[in-house]
Antibody
Framework: EVQLVESGGGLVQPGRSLRLSCKASGFNFGDYAMSWVRQAPGKGLEWVGFIRSNSYGGTTVYAASVRGRFTISRDNSKSITYLQMNNLQTDDTAVYYC??????????WGQGTLVTVSS | DIQMTQSPSSLSASVGDRVTISCRASQSVNWYLNWYQQKPGKAPKLLIYGASNLESGAPSRFSGSGSGTDFILTISSLQPEDSATYYCQQGYSAPRTFGQGTKVEIK
């Protein structure tokens, strides 16, 4: 059974940093791109970024709204993907979902972790 | 970046009605168009991938069509459990992008 379990969310002040983790199980982690998707309270889904599998160079792509502030990385030996978020702003407040990119579609979602940016 | 536009933003229909939701891409995404269903407080679920392929476990009353820039999600006979928000998403290129969502309510 595929499982994605996020951790690391919480309350953080504007301008500070936070790192989210996502532990994957139930599939060959190294074969898949892994993405982060967020949803601000009462709003729609926003794709944050992804990291390709090593077969595709392990490169990253980000949404314009987070480019230069957020970094996605992966540790294939531990089946974990990370989202490092720097210089957080109030409009980064959202539930952050770790998701598996099934070659264009998102076939598995984590339960989400809430990040609240507030002073 | 490819922009995705859904219409309508919300709709209300009766049980048994046929419901359609449209999604338009700002440039061609071929068949790399996916649909998700999200219920309040839950993570979204994949319904349709590759424009017209029903995800395993999704009810057969859901279907998708289209290619290029214009796509449709159809619910053939609306059921009470279909009350949710539906999102389209293009998987053609990165950054991936979602439509703004369509909220479906039951009359």
């Amino acid at each position: 059974e595929v499982q994605l379990v996020e951790s690391g969310g919480g309350l953080v002040q504007p301008g500070r940093s936070l790192r989210l983790s996502c532990k994957a199980s139930g599939f060959n982690f190294g074969d898949y791109a892994m993405s982060w998707v967020r949803q601000a309270p009462g709003k729609g889904l926003e794709w944050v970024g992804f990291i390709r599998s090593n077969s595709y160079g392990g490169t990253t792509v980000y949404a314009a709204s987070v480019r230069g502030r957020f970094t996605i990385s992966r540790d294939n030996s531990k089946s974990i993907t990370y989202l490092q978020m720097n210089n957080l702003q109030t409009d980064d407040t959202a539930v952050y979902y770790c998701v598996r990119d099934g070659y264009g579609d998102i076939d598995y979602w984590g339960q989400g972790t809430l990040v609240t940016v507030s002073s | 970046d490819i922009q995705m536009t859904q219409s309508p933003s919300s709709l209300s229909a009766s049980v048994g009605d046929r419901v359609t939701i449209s999604c338009r891409a700002s440039q061609s995404v071929n068949w790399y168009l996916n649909w998700y269903q999200q219920k309040p407080g839950k993570a979204p679920k994949l319904l349709i991938y590759g424009a017209s392929n029903l995800e395993s476990g999704a009810p057969s009353r859901f279907s998708g069509s289209g290619s290029g820039t214009d796509f449709i999600l159809t619910i053939s006979s609306l059921q009470p459990e279909d009350s949710a928000t539906y999102y389209c998403q293009q998987g053609y290129s990165a950054p991936r992008t979602f439509g703004q969502g369509t909220k479906v309510e039951i009359k």
